[in-house]
């Protein structure tokens, strides 16, 4: 290559193909000139070999200006086979280049291909002086999701009147230097100075400033007045305890969402080193939104009836829908909306069980599916169980299941009354082969694990994510325990059900573009749940039952299962990132359907491609070769 500079309308041309690209478009002007004099223009005809795996850092970083660079990978017989692939606008090697060492995949032209190429030396000037390009390089994934949820928040600015969202840390929160005392210090004066400061609640600390309890106004009559506590006695008599803690860069959301999960009004929030550095209130979190989670909750449990719980229902679509506008991260939305619907139907099966005879029997609701990953979107159904045990074990499990229907019946349509959707497909307690006794769930796995059927995957699909949501939570566990100590023993199953995920490949074609579906009415899409985050379910599955953990959440089962697989850290970060992310425009594109802005035809997951911007779909592209990525490691695992 020639190491002249190159001509003003070559330098202009460079720019131009550049500058759309993220990371080129944020950075300074002086530093993108710095990479357009530095490039040349190379082709690479279809099949050929642009890097090859060497123990020597490539002399060269790679932008692709048009076509498409495959990346293939050695499987163990030692055959090259696809990975992922590269589209307009990405750089390469990233990783090779960061880390100093060769490539440890082989790069292809996929087409014709045509790159900006660059010194290595240049890469390295960029990573010390451009903060924005070290950035990009070091958190490629990651950087591209703060882009989209910082288009997401801007997006719906004008639409939105919420100050500030759940996304606020809380250390924006809390400026105000904690008032804390220690366990002896008196009632009395402890209650003197809440009334002096004005302030609602006093955490209790050790000598090294480390939360041991928390007393708020609420405890005064039920803690002091009524048992008629001297004022002479110390506070950590009365105080509640263990106290429950956030770290300061956690956010609003985790703290709404904590004080839903536990019915409480404040949480302590602590340093880095574990020492108080204030407390968040409701009061605090009700300023950020219109509608209160902790209110929202209190309405739940303390609803008299079921026309209230519908109400409740509405108001929990109605807080889902702000939030998403907000750009609240999906994780986080994902698990309130479920916590929300858990508490649902937790008071529906309150009201409804003394109604029924349910007397000598153990009893436990099982929420399964989405529901039972704690992964519930806006748009939902049901998909529940009910375990039983009865007190005399002579007594038939079908004269249980047939006194049992009623009940069950009239939780099923209640919860269809308030914005949950029957099970097209059946599961549901009502029906009576999801109506066991725990002998009977215990059987029905089994003959799941070990027959691997067709029927039997398409179950393991549903029962293995449950966890209780009323009753006796014992009984889940325990059979939570058996299965995994069950699957786990069983190779062959596990090697089914990946052949069973395999079987659903992301809609990328050849050159790793985006490839949809065509409705009735000739719109490309593609449907987020089944290519997008399924994908990342069925894995995380498979790798949690493999591992032994119990988790059901994806993400948990991710972290869990990954940290014993020995997978290293960044590669779950990416399947993590890639996964909420497409939760991200899962529930986008379910507030956009239900409010009118995507007027195409098509599911509630369905995202038109023509909906889709620019970035949008340079991320999704992105996530779904980390659900090639997921895939290519089942295939690592269970070959063949």
């Not at 796995?445 to 939570?473: C, K, M, N, T």
Request: neutral net charge; contains cysteine.
């Amino acid at each position: 290559m020639s190491k002249s500079s190159p001509a003003p309308t070559v330098v202009s041309g460079l720019k131009q193909a550049l500058v759309p690209h993220a990371p080129f478009s944020g950075m300074a002007a002086t530093d993108v000139e710095r990479v357009v004099r530095a490039s040349r223009i190379r082709y690479f005809a279809p099949g050929e070999a642009i890097l090859t795996p060497s123990d020597t850092r490539p002399d060269h970083c790679y932008v692709i200006k048009q076509g498409a660079v495959r990346g293939e990978r050695a499987s163990p017989d030692g055959t090259l086979r696809p990975a992922w692939e590269l589209g307009a606008g990405e750089m390469f090697p990233l990783g090779a280049l960061l880390a100093g060492r060769g490539v440890t995949s082989h790069y292809r032209a996929g087409g014709d291909v045509f790159c900006l190429v660059f010194p290595a030396s240049v890469f390295d000037q960029l990573i010390a002086g451009s903060a924005v390009f070290q950035d990009f390089c070091t958190r490629r994934l990651a950087h591209l999701l703060d882009l989209s949820r910082a288009r997401i928040q801007a997006e719906y600015a004008a639409t939105v009147t919420e100050q500030r969202g759940l996304s606020t840390p809380l250390n924006a929160i809390t400026r105000n230097a904690p008032v804390t005392v220690a366990p002896d210090t008196p009632i009395g004066d402890a209650l003197k100075r809440m009334e002096e400061l004005r302030i609602g609640s006093l955490p209790v600390v050790d000598g090294e400033s480390k939360p041991v309890g928390i007393f708020t106004r609420q405890d005064v009559i039920g803690r002091i007045v009524l048992p008629a506590v001297p004022l002479s006695a110390p506070i950590s008599s009365v105080m509640s305890s263990p106290v429950l803690t956030l770290h300061g860069e956690s956010t609003a959301g985790d703290a709404a969402l904590l004080m839903a999960r536990h019915g409480i009004r404040h949480v302590v929030v602590t340093s880095a080193e574990g020492q108080v550095a204030g407390v968040v209130s409701e009061r605090d979190l009700f300023g950020l939104q219109r509608l209160s989670v902790r209110e929202l909750s209190s309405a739940i449990r303390r609803a008299p009836d079921l026309g209230s719980l519908v109400q409740s229902a509405a108001d929990i679509r109605a807080l889902s829908h702000a939030l998403v506008a907000q750009g609240v991260a999906s994780g986080q939305l994902t698990r309130m909306i479920a916590s929300l619907n858990d508490q649902i139907a937790s008071r529906i099966l309150d009201l409804v069980a003394p109604k029924h005879d349910l007397s000598g029997l153990a009893l436990c609701w099982l929420g399964m599916g989405s529901e039972g990953r704690s992964e519930q979107t806006i748009a939902t159904d049901q998909d529940n169980g009910l375990i039983f045990v009865p007190n005399d074990e002579a007594l038939p499990a079908e004269t249980i299941r047939e006194r049992l229907a009623p009940f069950a019946r009239e939780v099923n349509e209640a919860l269809d009354r308030c914005g949950y959707p029957l099970c097209k497909g059946g599961v549901m307690a009502m029906n009576p082969r999801w109506c066991l006794s725990l002998d009977e769930w215990r059987v029905a796995f089994w003959q799941w694990i070990d027959r691997g059927d067709p029927q039997s995957l398409l179950a393991s699909a549903i029962f293995f994510d449950f966890r209780s949501l009323w009753g006796e939570e014992g009984l889940a566990v325990q059979l939570r325990a058996d299965i995994a100590a069950r699957a786990q023993g069983n190779p062959r199953f596990l090697k089914q059900m990946s052949d069973n995920a395999l079987t659903n490949r992301p809609p990328l074609n050849w050159f790793g573009e985006l490839s949809g579906q065509e409705d009735a009415a000739g719109v490309e899409g593609i449907d987020l749940k089944m290519s997008g985050s399924v994908p990342f379910v069925d894995a995380a599955r498979i790798f949690a039952l493999a591992s032994g953990v119990t988790a059901t959440n994806t993400v948990d089962r991710l972290e869990a299962a990954g940290a014993r697989k020995g997978v290293p850290a960044d590669e779950v970060r990416s399947w993590v990132d890639a996964f909420e992310h497409v939760q991200l425009l899962r529930l986008r594109t379910q507030h956009r359907r239900a409010s009118g802005d995507i007027t195409a035809s098509g599911a509630a997951n369905v995202v038109p491609l023509s909906d889709l911007s620019a970035l949008d779909r340079r991320i999704l592209k992105e996530a779904l070769r980390q659900v090639r990525a997921i895939q290519q490691r089942l295939e690592m695992d269970y070959p063949g």
